[in-house]
């Protein structure tokens, strides 16, 4: 029993130091719900008599809410980027697509005609150093997105300028013609941050941003779930829901433009013969 008790507080502090000083709670949630799944395994094969991962709704994830940007502040920002990153910021938000798959993609994904991006694969930066192109994280990852007219201009531009030359070239490069890597990415962002004026917010957000505004429109779940790429409603539905509550906010303040000019007006001269605005109170 005291063995057991001293994994369970072993596991519970473990929890708190990846919360405080590591990854983010979605990550420390899915870690923990795998680890309980293995020792379930240890538990069934006889390894173990009884597994300690028990802390209630520790695999539980509660991602927070994650800020959304307007679209001024969308084009904002990307006037605050060197301009060769100004395509980025657009086709990660106006594109919903990752930094894993802006820095895979390839002259060849690009169709600026249809106004299409086809996302077929992803790139992560291993902690070695080295960058592994593959994939995409699902096999929903793999998907065309049709973009709209405002940015193709601004694409147009960025290939003419930026980009490799070759038909299978990379579309985003660093300054000195690499492939793009997150980590030397982060002081230019946070610069253009700073320049821009706008709270701390992480690149992953102008995606973020892209899906609430997607959300906006009469897109459905399943069109939504292609767009973003997820093989899962379960996300689709958090953005749906936002839009929801968005949209509500809309028909309240609409409500009380209603209610004003709904509002009896006095007009001198007159004794009120008239039958009352719909709305209005019958003394």
Not at 30 to 38: E, P, T
Not at 51 to 59: E, L, S, Y
Not at 131 to 151: M, N
Request: glycine content about 8%; charged content about 30%.
């Amino acid at each position: 029993m005291r063995r057991v008790v001293r994994e369970r507080r072993a596991l519970g502090a473990a929890r708190r130091r990846l919360s405080d000083d590591g990854p983010g709670a979605s990550t420390v949630a899915k870690a923990y719900r795998l680890l309980r799944g293995i020792l379930n395994t240890a538990v069934e094969d006889d390894l173990i008599k009884k597994n300690p991962c028990r802390i209630k709704n520790a695999g539980v994830e509660r991602p927070e809410e994650r800020p959304v940007l307007t679209v001024s502040e969308v084009f904002t920002l990307a006037a605050a980027v060197p301009p060769r990153f100004r395509a980025l910021v657009l086709l990660a938000t106006f594109g919903s697509m990752r930094w894993g798959e802006l820095a895979a993609l390839r002259r060849h994904n690009l169709d600026l005609k249809a106004r299409t991006v086809r996302i077929e694969a992803s790139v992560s930066e291993m902690k070695t150093g080295k960058l592994v192109t593959g994939r995409p994280k699902s096999d929903a990852g793999a998907r065309a997105v049709v973009l709209p007219e405002i940015v193709i201009g601004d694409l147009t531009w960025h290939l003419q300028r930026f980009s490799e030359a070759e038909p299978d070239g990379l579309v985003f490069v660093g300054e000195k013609g690499a492939q793009l890597r997150r980590s030397n990415f982060t002081k230019i962002w946070a610069k253009a941050i700073k320049d821009a004026d706008l709270p701390a917010i992480h690149i992953h957000d102008l995606r973020h941003t892209g899906n609430t505004l997607a959300a906006m429109t009469v897109a459905s779940l399943k069109e939504l779930m292609a767009r973003m790429g997820h093989s899962s409603t379960k996300a689709a539905m958090i953005y749906l829901h936002a839009a929801k509550d968005r949209d509500r906010a809309i028909a309240d303040a609409l409500g009380e433009i209603v209610k004003e000019g709904l509002k009896p007006q006095k007009d001198d001269g007159e004794d009120g013969d008239d039958p009352p605005l719909a709305g209005a109170k019958i003394n």
